[in-house]
């Protein structure tokens, strides 16, 4: 599974970006347990943002982003998207978007996702 992230810019606090992550399999099956995001900032350790099951949409958010973003898929078109509203300076990070293969992932670390995109910034001006 290919996973490519868009969507990353430079926001005034308050405002709001939409992530978008593309996923692509050379087979066209896309297997997968879990799809979502994570980030790291800058001397910090990454950490699970939002976090969606791909047979129920059961769903894990940070609990600092409750309420603020919100996790969708879009099975048509292999794409999930992260919204993200209200957004504060401590939100900016590189995020990342990431596929849990067999449903051993680790939803807070990302330890044992297989499949990781590129990051892509957001930044967050006060």
């Known amino acids: 599974v290919q996973l490519q992230a868009s969507g990353g810019g430079l926001v005034q606090a308050g405002g709001s970006l939409t992530l978008s992550c593309v996923a692509s399999?050379?087979?066209?099956?896309?297997?997968?347990?879990?799809i979502g995001w994570f980030r790291q900032a800058p001397g910090k350790k990454r950490e699970g943002v939002a976090i969606?099951?791909?047979?129920?949409?059961?769903?894990y958010y940070l609990e600092s982003v409750k309420g603020r973003f919100t996790i969708s898929m879009d099975n048509a078109k292999n794409t999930v998207n992260l919204q993200m509203n209200s957004l504060k300076p401590e939100d900016t990070a590189a995020y990342y978007c990431?596929?849990?293969?067999?449903?051993?992932?680790?939803?807070?670390?990302?330890?044992?996702?297989?499949?990781w995109g590129q990051g892509t910034l957001v930044t967050v001006s006060s």
């Open positions: 399999d050379s087979d066209r099956t896309l297997n997968y347990y879990a």
């Open positions: 990431a596929a849990d293969r067999i449903g051993r992932g680790n939803w807070i670390s990302g330890s044992e996702f297989v499949y």
């Open positions: 969606m099951r791909k047979w129920d949409g059961h769903t």
